[in-house]
């Protein structure tokens, strides 16, 4: 009896520990969708709640004045998040499967070489003279893929992960007279499922979330991603609701004006569709853990 109490007291505090982390994490969510949809003056007047006091949709009617051109901008964000995963993933594998390798002549001057520009910037100067005056990517979308492709920590991640993956599975695969594409693509690769979806997963959110290289290298309005056009229309509706005599020309008085809302509604926006793909691939990430942890 004894016994069976003290195994299930660590049990119940692990279960509260991780119930605690999920309310911290999941009530700000919740927070930021119910204001969302709350009157603007009602949240002036009395504050946040975790279920809104008086059901308003003027946050999203504002900020989805111009439906086309935000869904214009989910398609560019789309491709470039699928476009820049995948090309990623697949540079940053290859690059780590050479350094890794133990009968590589080079193997050691490339890991510090890569190690070696996590230690400082080139800076932004060069990084725009080169897309604009030496690549010409300027207004097009390699230039939001080219800016966050690849990147020294993703390499030094996935290196680690392949310098475990034992020298004989290489060494018997070239006996059997496998080339090095063959034994990359079908050996090395499903061993390295966890770090692959470890890193599409962050590559992923680190393309959708981008908006600083599209202010940089995009002016044409059918190529601007989400992200700016959200940051576009913050800064407008920033501006407005400090600007009383804009606003009294409107015909609003300033505690109407759907700021905060409408800030919350573009959170909304911006992060709503990845929170409702990912539970659809969580299962293939957790198998993908389970598989290659097996494997290895």
Sequence with gaps: MNSTRAAWLPKSLIHLLFIAVSVAMVGPLLLIISISFSDETDLLMNGYSFLPRVFSM?????????PKAIMQAYGVTILVTIAGTVT????????A????????????????????????????????ILMTQVLHLKDTLWALILSGLITPFNIMIMRGFMVKVPVEIIESAKVDSAREWTIFFRIILPLSTPALATLGLFISFSYWNSWFPAMLYIDNPQ????QLMLVRIMDSIEFISQNEQMLSQ???????????????AMVVLAAGPMLVVFPF????FVQGLTVGSLKG
Excluded: C, H, K, W
């Excluded at 890569?114 to 400082?120: A, D, E, G, P, S």
């Excluded at 190529?223 to 989400?226: A, E, G, R, Y």
């Excluded at 300033?254 to 809302?261: C, K, R």
């Design 223 to 226: 190529l601007v991603p989400l």
């Design 281 to 284: 691939f969580q299962r293939y």
């Design 88 to 95: 990623g993933l697949f540079l940053t594998a290859t690059t």
């Design 58 to 66: 003027e946050a999203y009617s504002l900020v989805l004045q111009a």
């Design 97 to 128: 499967y050479s350094i890794s390798r133990t009968n590589f002549r080079y193997g050691r001057v490339g890991t510090f070489y890569i190690f070696f520009t996590m230690l400082f910037s080139g800076g932004l100067v060069p990084s725009y």
């Design 250 to 264: 409107m015909g609003s008085l300033q505690t109407d004006f759907p700021a905060l809302s409408a800030r919350m």
